[in-house]
């Protein structure tokens, strides 16, 4: 695509197989891909998600120009925007068919009513793959993962070496603690925001000495 002259996110992990990303790295594409889904969903301003991206993963976040620090989010062909209920003032929950993949959350497996929080399912396996390089479920056949996550809210298991949490870095762990305490939470109510995703890691950053979060997002 024109707008992406340097590639993809995705690309970039790839690219970077032999040599893994540095701690900092990760971080600051971490937090950028949460911010720029919490710019997303608060793109009327008002703290409550009007729209949902649907599809998202770390080759929708596109490499803008050749410097590598700005990405632009991409593909919507599954999005919706959010009617609000005249009454409460939230968002009204919506269906989508075709699931498929193993990076969604349980909610989209059994085709219950979805709302924004679909997004941050999917934003934890886009910080998986920063973290660890693989994608979730790698291995794993995609059809009993559906059914294993829809039946049983069943989290992606952590490769090998990223199971010693005791003894991993600042950054393992502030971004295995995302995924899995925030991100990978079963019921969609009690799953972090996005923007509560963003203003965590941006918060942590700060305390890890990452205070230039110089990688941005547009959509």
Excluded at 38 to 60: E, F, M, R, W, Y
Excluded at 101 to 128: F, M, N, Q
Excluded at 146 to 158: D, H, R, Y
Aim: charged share 25%; proline share 5%.
């Amino acid at each position: 695509a024109p707008l992406a002259l340097g590639g993809t996110m995705s690309q970039l992990i790839d690219n970077s197989a032999d040599e893994e990303l540095d701690d900092e790295t990760k971080l600051k594409l971490a937090t950028a891909a949460a911010i720029g889904l919490a710019d997303l969903h608060n793109v009327s301003g008002d703290g409550i998600p009007s729209v949902t991206h649907g599809d998202l993963k770390n080759n929708q976040y596109m490499i803008v120009g050749i410097v590598g620090n700005h990405y632009r989010l991409g593909d919507f062909n599954r999005g919706r925007f959010l009617r609000k209920n005249r009454v409460t003032g939230l968002p009204c929950p919506y269906t989508i068919g075709k699931n498929d993949a193993k990076y969604r959350s349980p909610e989209e497996y059994r085709y219950d009513e979805l709302t924004a929080k679909i997004d941050v399912w999917a934003l934890g396996s886009t910080i998986y793959r920063i973290l660890t390089g693989t994608t979730v479920w790698h291995g794993h056949k995609t059809k009993a993962v559906q059914k294993k996550i829809a039946k049983t809210n069943a989290t992606p298991p952590l490769p090998e070496e990223y199971e010693d949490t005791e003894n991993a870095s600042p950054t393992t762990k502030l971004l295995i603690k995302v995924m899995y305490e925030m991100c990978f939470v079963a019921d969609p109510e009690e799953r972090s925001s996005a923007m509560e995703v963003a203003e965590y890691l941006k918060k942590e950053a700060k305390s890890l000495g990452v205070e230039n979060l110089d990688v941005k997002v547009s959509t």
